[in-house]
């Protein structure tokens, strides 16, 4: 069965670095087989579409105070198949993409402006922080983010036939290019004499 939210197996933590100092880095990296195995599934549901995984799960993350909260950046690389938008032939994609979140434990003053709302990062209000950090809803929205919302086998894919459903790709086939809906057939019959007025 697809998945639709992130599986309880998914965990990945950070140890959070010491606390305001700057220059201190804490990092980690996963390798996530998926697999039908568990929780764990070979597919995933989204957007209408299905996602099925050619390869393992890798992810990489870095954290770092910055300004009083924690910068977490998170990087994905993972290959996925799925259906052609145009032809439906399975076509594989390589997902290679950087995320960066803060995670904050600061309110919101009214009417001031907060950093999330800026466009290169998400902002994470969290209660406390303790010494290490969960970010597996982090990693599975950014994998949710990197799949894209059409899939292409090639730039240039000529799709299938709308009337015989022949793949183009391996050549044209015989049906008329122009088609007529056939609740306009009738007018074909109608004939105007342009001599008469």
């Known amino acids: 069965m697809p998945i639709t939210e992130?599986?309880?197996?998914?965990?990945?933590e950070i140890d959070v670095p010491?606390?305001?100092?700057?220059?201190?880095?804490?990092?980690?990296s996963w390798e996530l087989p998926l697999r039908a195995d568990g929780d764990a599934a070979s597919e995933i549901l989204y957007d209408g579409q299905l996602f099925?995984?050619?390869?393992?799960?890798?992810?990489?993350?870095g954290a770092r105070w910055s300004d009083g909260d924690l910068r977490v950046d998170i990087g994905l690389k993972v290959g996925v198949i799925s259906q052609c938008s145009r032809c439906l032939e399975p076509a594989g994609i390589e997902i290679r993409e950087?995320?960066?979140?803060?995670y904050s434990l600061r309110k919101?003053?009214?009417g001031q402006r907060l950093p999330e709302e800026e466009e290169d990062y998400r902002t994470v209000r969290i209660?406390?922080?303790k010494s290490r950090l969960d970010i597996s809803d982090q990693v599975f929205e950014s994998l949710?983010?990197?799949?894209?919302?059409?899939?292409?086998?090639?730039?240039?894919?000529?799709?299938?036939c709308p009337s015989c459903g022949r793949?183009?790709?391996?050549g044209s086939c015989d049906c008329s290019a122009e088609k007529i809906d056939p609740r306009l057939e009738g007018l074909n019959l109608i004939r105007i004499d342009e001599d008469s007025e």
């Open 6 to 12: 992130r599986p309880a197996s998914w965990r990945f």
């Open 52 to 61: 099925g995984f050619s390869s393992s799960l890798r992810v990489e993350a």
């Open 98 to 102: 950087d995320f960066m979140y803060l």
């Open 18 to 28: 010491e606390l305001g100092d700057e220059e201190a880095r804490t990092g980690a």
């Open 108 to 110: 919101n003053a009214k």
């Open 127 to 129: 209660p406390c922080l």
């Open 167 to 170: 793949l183009l790709k391996s």
């Open 144 to 160: 949710i983010l990197s799949l894209p919302s059409r899939v292409l086998c090639s730039p240039d894919c000529l799709g299938i």
